[in-house]
């Protein structure tokens, strides 16, 4: 169960890097063609190492290809609405509201897929859902307060947008669990963004330049993106083989929780008295997760 939590908590600090650099890739190229080359190098990146490490169990049936399906559709919905996200709206509003993914995803994993854990593992993962929520609701107050004369700082279809990023990462995470068998648990992450990748194909010919490679100049921020995106499903994927869903993803959910603690140590920025309650209610879920 220690490995699980430390593999969410991982998974967390590399989404929430991951997240400085889809904004910048997004606002750099647009956000269909920062899509399609962020995945094209999530891919190649992980995609040798799980040809050597990965031994998958199970040979390819009807229900592997549904979830693998269910994953490259979930995929387009989560990557297209999160670079569009980002690429109109600030991080500290957009964010919280994606980090939501991981209420979805445990809820898909006991309601759908049958996992049990036990009651205290449910009231940790309760703690650290309720202070996600807290941090995300107070931090964007703030991030609105600072900015009044930027105009609306969460127009609705930004909003819209991360939230429809939230529904596609909480269908995604555990579609790649359910694949894990078939292709690897390593493998079973690049075959569901190649899979998002031919989904997403239509909409990346009828964006303006959606396959043209990035300019040298933007290469370093894309393979970032993509880099930090395969880390924490990597982390995710690890968790999952130790522990339930349930677990893993909540503390998975935990981004917008470092970035507030990121603005504090980097940034000086001293959050407001609620925050640091979410964040306290969080670290109490962390510490009953591992009793």
Known sequence: MWFGIVAGLAASASWAAANVF????????????????????GALMLAPAAWFLDHPTAVLDRAAIIWALVGGLAGVLAYGCLFYATERGRLSIVIPVTSAWSVIAAAISIGVLGETVKRTHLLGAGLV???????????????????????????????????????????????????????GRLGAIPVVFLLSLVLGLPAALAARGG???????AWLVVAAAGFFEVLGFVSIALGVARAPIAVVSPLAGLASAFTVLYAWVVLRERPARPVLVGAAFACAGVVTLAL
């Open 22 to 41: 889809v904004q910048r890739s997004g606002r750099a190229l647009g956000a269909v063609r920062a899509v399609m080359w962020t995945l094209i190098g």
């Open 129 to 183: 859902v309720v202070g996600v929520v807290i941090v995300s609701r107070f931090s964007v107050n703030v991030a609105t307060a600072a900015a009044p004369g930027e105009g609306a700082p969460h127009p609705r279809r930004t909003l819209l947008a991360a939230a429809g990023a939230a529904v596609g990462f909480g269908v995604m995470i555990p579609s790649i669990d359910r694949l894990a068998p078939v292709a």
């Open 211 to 217: 396959l043209r490679p990035p300019p040298r100049s």
